[in-house]
């Protein structure tokens, strides 16, 4: 992680979507610097990196982003650092994703905030990589041009299908299964 500076955006091709995660502070900052840049779209994540940064980098990340999710420590964190609101930073950008556990989560767009329902897992497990689950359901409706309701749940669906199973990323299943898991949660098709 302390050599992801060493990695650049323009090294990528055809880089239609981008996330700046927890990595190397220097790593961070810079790949955020290039996507924007770059005119490519970006989510920001920093996750466990949060602590690494101050108030004025952090408000520089979210200016620079297209979108911001944390979880509900750290949304605290980032506005106790940045003296700025989940209400004001979410108006930076095009959407401010807040997961909230068992709660669910909720996407902050303009002055609005869509409720996204937690879905019930079939077992609780191991919560190790429940969020990186979820941020592959985010990039994929932002992707895929999803409205957020359906983002949102396709996000909660993939973090229940994750914990219930042990390891990070030890999880398998089919674009079928995701629709018919889609189905019965939330009563609607999403393909």
């Known amino acids: 992680m302390d050599h992801s500076h060493r990695n650049h955006v323009h090294d990528a091709e055809a880089i239609g979507l981008g996330i700046v995660a927890p990595d190397g502070r220097e790593g961070m900052l810079q790949h955020a610097r290039e996507f924007y840049a770059a005119g490519i779209p970006f989510v920001f994540d920093p996750g466990q990196g949060l602590p690494m940064f101050g108030g004025e980098d952090l408000l520089e990340f979210v200016r620079m982003a297209d979108y911001v999710t944390v979880n509900d420590y750290e ?6 650092r940045t003296g ?5 930073l979410s108006k930076l950008v095009k959407a401010f994703v807040v997961t ?3 709660r669910g989560s909720q996407i902050h767009v303009g002055n609005d905030s869509v409720e ?7 077992e609780i497990v ?15 409706g932002i992707a895929q ?23 990070g990323q030890n999880h398998v299943f089919t674009r079928e299964e995701i629709g018919q898991r889609y189905r019965e949660s939330f009563g609607t098709r999403i393909w």
Not at 116 to 122: S, T, Y
């Open 116 to 122: 996204i329902p937690c879905v019930k897992a079939r």
């Open 75 to 80: 949304a605290q964190m980032l506005q106790e």
């Open 126 to 140: 191991d919560p190790t990589g429940c969020g990186d689950a979820f941020r592959a359901g985010l990039l994929y």
């Open 100 to 102: 909230l556990g068992a």
């Open 84 to 88: 700025k609101t989940v209400e004001a």
């Open 145 to 167: 041009g999803m409205d957020w309701e359906t983002t949102g749940r396709l996000a909660s669906l993939l973090g229940s299908i994750k914990i219930a199973e042990r390891g």
